[in-house]
């Protein structure tokens, strides 16, 4: 299941500085019956970068398709699986899951001073349902694949020949993958916080996971019913949504987008929790606006569940329902541009670190900034009615989606890689990697924003010859991007046999993972941690002896200027 | 946050339930009290039930949107559900409940025989619902009234007998363990009419027509009341032909699209049942755990927190029942 | 005003890099949300990353360096950077409401063309009765079309005019425009629909003022002045262009090959085998039921999916179909139904 468990050499050659989580014990069963957060951590990450990897593919082969604009090496119905199992693969297996499953469980305990997660059974199960979903999503595509688009919209959901039910039942079961987590979070923020740590002295990662949480159990139930619906109207044929027995199609999308626009919230909010932790301790400084960061995270939570008609103003919904759908998407606009002022503030006289985990929260700055302030264009509505259903979607929730929340992802990977694995990766490599991400990712995707004002539809197989030159950009920017991650996983995973081991602290951050060993003991500490402002930098300075930061007994004075943040 | 205290010194890092509490096996090392750990187990089981909440949101909703858009198919056809059915369901779940909360104050009071009998009490309870819903379910299905492709009416099977049952205004030939409509308003071409007899006019349905009802009426019958209309050339092909005439099934006052409300009621108490019956393996399985002695003062989560679930399955009932089986007009 | 060539940034005009030309009304007030929304996007971001460039460069640290300090939170700066978005965003929002006003509501005396969508072909239904597969509309008069659908969700796209809408089965959705400027325009689906999603496009085309009366006239006298069996196979398989076919040939072939449907040569005359094992002539009555009725008898081994054709053929167009079926029907031969 996991490259690690395989070899059961490596991960005792990975750590053998001490007694880790890795070394404690050996061979595939401790690894298959782990309770230990940290390793069902990195079960999560293996299976979640194995999703994106298929995803990518997909990806590929779409583009590759669209390079000319009739066919070019599938037809139509293949075509239409492709961009199908492109979304469900990136967005069940890999964006959703993504953060919270395998950046947060490995270190969400660690950071709050707890053991472990309030349900460490629960956990394992969790990551069981993930494999169980993904299974039915890999035969879904042996028995025939799935050809309706990851929206399922019906009628044509409940009458194609395709694998659907295959697919939606992985959805589902998904979908309780991802409650659990959910209600394994909350519970563990709320009742396993050691003495003195408050509310307000939680590290912003944990803010974000909390409200991420929140919207996972809330929302994913009614994912939940309309898949069985969906279901239900295909093998029993209900009648629920079908117009022929008095159904309505509208009432799915309804359903569907009540849980599936949280669900980009469900995405954005761990990947902004990420941001907070990169910005703070890449500019050496603690997190500018703490309180409104954190807020902000709680909010965005709350006002995403009451815009999702924001993707049905062209559905014959009443216009007086896009209005206020209208109105509200913009609201929800407000607090993510607050974090974005705050994480910029931040850097306003740090110390500047450009490693690879600050360039892609860069990149994140850059790339979200767009993908955002592209979501203003869709919120109004006279703008969306021209650019619904056209490339112009497709550019905006890739750039927040793909330059937002992968951006982040691959840079909180980057960030806890030494933590997680014990060994520090080529910063030479990382960075190039990076910059090859970069360049491809705006290639692929701007000049998407220009088809879609001209009025490219999206899912398009065939399209006017007129189109042809900005695709072939989009294919050529594709493939770099795609180059650029074949780099770092090249870099990433030498870095487990090659990598110089790591410090305790390689960046100087001041959250509580980073005052125990990498990787962490099995127990995580051995004495509770003392608890205090989760971004005071004043007492870590850097010492060369071990390459990495310590924690001074004593402050240490700030450079001119004044002293430490509040 | 109670319980304060230090986290005890690490012993191993083996499964939870270990010696890192070597006064209190059951708790996990990860947790530094008991209370901690139950108080976390009920947090975790109020999420769920949240879930569970939004799960059945969406059926409700869908009730709300079809109810609001066509009010005469709710009314029309609650009529054949049996209220007194439903209301006898709603005494015994909520009865379960006594029973299930009752068997929690046990488990914690350490009274082992009466949790064992109030649990055993629970389960019949639930399984005497279930064969109630089965009643229903198996009446619905013999008549034709199921959800969506599968709805076609057939009320009123009778075996040709001639001489047939009353007249006016009752509609006494459903079996008796059917979930009779109950009526009594005159109809003026009640469901069991015949066409022949209803061509002739308005008047109280007379039995012993030339009709022959019999066979199940399961899916892709044939309905009865129709055969003699259906023509040769669209005898053949099962399931379509019929399906569009529905408007001139020979019910005057059936409105169109009646299979909307069994779909929604299907699904509902459906779901609702499948819940039911998890639940029942959960109390089951609680049931052996007590046989076992399990439980006591120290150790009675999971009865607590299976006591919730069920709970909120008979809450979900109590909203169930008047939106589905007694509704006005 | 409708110039083509048009000055200015907001002018009637072609195609800039970001938009299609603006073929109606309504084109200006999407277009003018667009670049308000579009200049406030790139200030914002310039700010954005611009002060990220800025401190990036400004305040580089090497390893180990301090921070030079200063302040974590700031009231009076968060409250700034909350109020002045909110401000911002309630006038795009209310830019953006203004322009779908515009674009939402008909006004009384527009002129109303029905449109059905269908896997995969649009139809536009003219008030003379007259179908066709492009849309034809007067310049300089509001049209209205009323759409549904046969089947699965479609939409219609006009990017010239800045106007989509779904049409959705079992209901109807309504959409107008006033187109401004002669020419052809692009039509597209917009919500995916299956094999042929792509190949769903078709031509809006506006007439100069006075001349779509003449057109609408010509073309919906189109079958009396051809001899019928023609009018049916154009009503069939369309012409070469494309033009003039009710999306037989989506499903149907006319080669002999199986497709969705059972092929339509060498089909009038012959036993058909149905689902149920009857075997039926197909005669002319069989024909005219399959359009009409196409529930009512299904061909062995093919799928009940047929939409009907009741109330969008006329008994002309019926008879002219089954005359150009007859004249495809090939010698008598045994029925041959698919495998």
């Known amino acids: 299941m996991t490259s690690i468990a395989g070899h059961p050499g490596i991960a005792g050659r ?11 014990r050996r061979g595939i069963l401790s690894w298959v019956f782990t309770l230990d957060h940290k390793r069902i951590g990195v079960m999560y990450l293996v299976s979640i970068l194995f999703s994106f990897l298929l995803g990518g593919i997909f990806a590929l082969l779409i583009r590759t398709e669209l390079l000319t604009p009739r066919r070019t090496i599938m037809d139509a119905d293949t075509y239409n699986q492709m961009f199908t199992l492109h979304g469900v693969v990136m967005i069940f297996l890999f964006i959703i899951p993504g953060i919270p499953a395998a950046l947060g469980n490995f270190v969400l305990p660690i950071m709050l001073g707890a053991r472990d997660v309030a349900f460490p059974r629960l956990n394992l199960f969790s990551y069981y349902l993930y494999v169980l979903g993904a299974v039915f999503a890999v035969l879904a595509i042996a028995t025939g694949g799935v050809d309706t688009g990851w929206t399922f919209y019906v009628p044509y959901s409940t009458t194609t020949n395709t694998s659907v039910t295959a697919v939606v039942l992985g959805a589902f079961i998904l979908g309780f993958s991802s409650i659990f987590t959910g209600i394994n979070f909350i519970v563990t923020i709320h009742k396993l916080r050691p003495p003195g740590m408050t509310w307000f002295r939680m590290p912003l990662f944990l803010w974000a996971l909390y409200a991420t949480a929140i919207i996972q159990v809330l929302a994913t139930p009614v994912l939940g019913i309309t898949l069985l619906l969906l279901v239900a109207e295909r093998l029993l044929r209900v009648g629920i949504f079908d117009p022929a027995l008095g159904g309505d199609p509208v009432l799915f999308q309804h359903f569907f987008w009540f849980y599936s626009h949280p669900a980009v919230y469900i995405m954005i909010l761990p990947a902004m929790g990420v941001m907070s932790e990169l910005v703070s301790t890449f500019s050496h400084k603690p997190i500018f606006g703490y309180r409104f960061v954190a807020l902000s995270s709680v909010a965005i939570a709350m006002i995403s569940f009451l815009v999702w008609g924001h993707h049905m103003f062209t559905s014959g919904q009443s216009p007086l329902a896009s209005m206020i759908f209208s109105f509200l998407t913009f609201m929800v606009a407000i607090p993510s541009a607050i974090k974005v002022f705050n994480w910029v503030a931040t850097m306003y006289r740090g110390a500047i670190d450009l490693k690879t985990p600050m360039l892609y929260a860069l990149w994140f700055l850059f790339l979200f900034g767009i993908g955002g302030l592209t979501g203003l264009f869709l919120g109004a509505l ?31 990977l980057h960030y806890w890689w030494p933590k997680i694995t014990g060994r520090m990766y080529s910063e030479l490599w990382g960075r190039l990697a990076a910059l090859l991400v970069f360049v491809g990712f705006n290639l692929t995707f701007f000049t998407q924003f220009v088809l879609g004002t001209h009025g490219m539809p999206r899912r398009y197989y065939n399209y006017p010859a007129h189109f042809t030159s900005y695709h072939q950009h989009s294919t050529l920017g594709a493939y770099l991007t795609a180059a650029g991650f074949f780099l770092t996983a090249g870099y990433l995973i030498h870095s487990l046999f090659r990598g110089r081991r790591a410090p305790a602290n390689p960046w100087g951050g001041a959250t509580l993972e980073w005052q125990c060993s990498s990787p962490p003991p099995a127990h995580n500490f051995d004495r509770p941690p003392p608890v205090g402002d989760p971004y005071d930098m004043s007492r870590i300075r850097y010492d060369d002896a071990i390459g990495g930061y310590v924690t001074a007994e004593v402050a240490e004075p700030a450079g001119a200027g004044g002293g430490p943040g509040r | 946050m109670k ?18 509490h070597p006064g209190a096996p059951r708790v996990a090392h990860h947790f530094a009290t008991p209370v901690q750990q139950f108080e976390s187990a009920q947090l975790g089981m109020w999420l769920f039930l949240a879930t569970e909440v939004l799960l059945f949101g969406g059926l409700f909703c869908a009730y709300a949107v079809y109810r609001a858009a066509h009010p005469e198919v709710f009314i029309y056809a609650h009529r054949f559900l ?3 059915l439903g209301a006898l369901n709603t005494v015994v779940l909520v009865s379960s409940s006594l029973t299930m909360a009752w068997a929690v104050r046990c488990a914690q009071t350490g009274r082992q025989r009466g949790l064992v009998g109030l649990l055993t009490a629970t389960l019949v309870f639930a399984a005497a619902f279930l064969a109630v819903k089965y009643v229903e379910y198996e009446s619905k299905w013999r008549h034709g009234l199921l959800w969506g492709r599968y709805y076609h009416p057939a009320h009123g099977r009778h075996t040709g007998d001639a001489s047939g049952q009353a007249g006016t205004g009752q509609t006494g030939q459903e079996p008796a363990n059917a979930s009779a409509p109950g009526d009594e308003r005159p109809m003026a071409a009640g469901p069991n009419q015949s066409p022949a007899t209803m061509a002739a006019g308005a008047g109280p349905p007379s039995r012993g027509g030339p009709v022959t009802l019999g066979g199940a009426a399961g899916p892709g019958a044939t309905p009865p009341a129709e055969a003699t209309r259906i023509a040769a050339s669209a005898a053949g092909p099962r399931g379509l032909a019929w399906h569009l005439r529905r408007p001139d099934s020979g019910r005057h006052d059936e409105p169109r699209n009646v299979q909307i409300f069994f779909a929604v009621y299907f699904l509902m108490t459906g779901l609702h049942g499948l819940h039911v019956m998890a639940g029942m393996a959960v109390i089951a399985w609680l049931l052996v755990r007590s046989i076992r002695g399990h439980f006591g003062p120290g150790y009675f989560a999971p009865v607590d927190l299976a006591g919730l679930y069920w709970h909120v399955v008979d809450v979900i009932w109590i909203f169930l029942f008047p939106l589905l089986y007694l509704i006005h007009g | 005003m409708a110039t083509a060539t048009g000055t200015g940034l907001l002018a009637q005009g072609g195609p ?7 073929g109606s009304t309504g084109a200006s007030a999407v277009d003018w949300a667009f670049y308000l929304i579009y200049y406030i996007a790139v200030f914002f971001f310039l700010v954005i990353v611009g002060l990220t460039a800025i401190f990036v460069v400004r305040y580089r640290g090497r390893r180990g360096a301090r921070p030079e300090g200063a302040p974590s939170s700031h009231l009076a700066v968060e409250l700034t950077w909350t109020l002045i978005p909110t401000v911002v965003v309630i006038v795009i929002f209310t830019v953006g409401l203004g322009g779908f006003m515009d674009i939402s509501f008909a006004p009384l005396n527009a002129y109303e063309i029905q449109v059905v969508g269908q896997k995969w072909k649009w139809f536009f239904q003219y008030p003379n009765g007259y179908v066709d597969s492009d849309l034809h509309v007067p310049e300089g008069r509001p049209v209205r079309l009323v759409l549904s659908s046969q089947d699965v969700v479609h939409s219609l796209y006009i990017p010239a005019f800045r106007v989509k809408m779904d049409a959705v089965p079992g209901r109807y959705t309504k959409m107008w425009f006033h187109a401004t400027r002669p020419g052809e325009y692009d039509l597209y689906c917009a919500e995916y629909c299956g094999t042929g999603h792509s190949d769903m496009v078709a031509r809006a085309v506006v007439h100069p003022a006075g001349q779509f009366e003449k057109w609408l006239e010509s073309a919906g006298n189109w079958v009396e002045a051809v001899p019928p069996a023609e009018a049916g196979r154009i009503l069939t398989v369309g012409r070469p262009d494309g033009s003039g076919g009710r999306g037989c040939t989506q499903c149907h072939r006319v080669d002999g090959q199986a497709h969705i449907g059972p092929p339509l040569n060498g089909l009038f005359g012959h036993e058909v085998t149905l689902a149920d094992g009857m075997r039926v002539v197909a005669d002319e009555n069989y ?29 002309r167009e019926i008879t002219a179909i089954i005359e150009y079926l007859k004249s495809i029907a090939g010698p008598r031969e045994p029925a041959r139904g698919a495998q």
């Open chain 1, 14 to 24: 990975i750590a053998e500085a001490g007694a880790n989580y890795l070394s404690e």
């Open chain 1, 382 to 412: 006279a703008v969306d009615v021209h650019v619904h259903d056209t490339y112009f979607v497709v550019a905006h929730f890739h750039y927040t989606m793909f330059g937002g929340v992968a951006m982040a992802f691959v840079g909180g």
């Open chain 2, 3 to 20: 319980g304060e205290a230090m986290l005890p010194a690490v012993r191993s890092a083996a499964a939870p339930a270990d010696t890192a």
């Open chain 2, 82 to 84: 049996d209220a007194r």
């Open chain 3, 16 to 22: 800039t890099f970001w938009m299609p030309p603006q």
């Open chain 3, 287 to 315: 024909l005219r039921e399959s359009l009409i009725d196409p529930q009512a008898k299904i061909v062995a081994g093919y799928q009940a999916v047929m939409p009907t054709y009741k109330g969008r053929l006329k008994e």
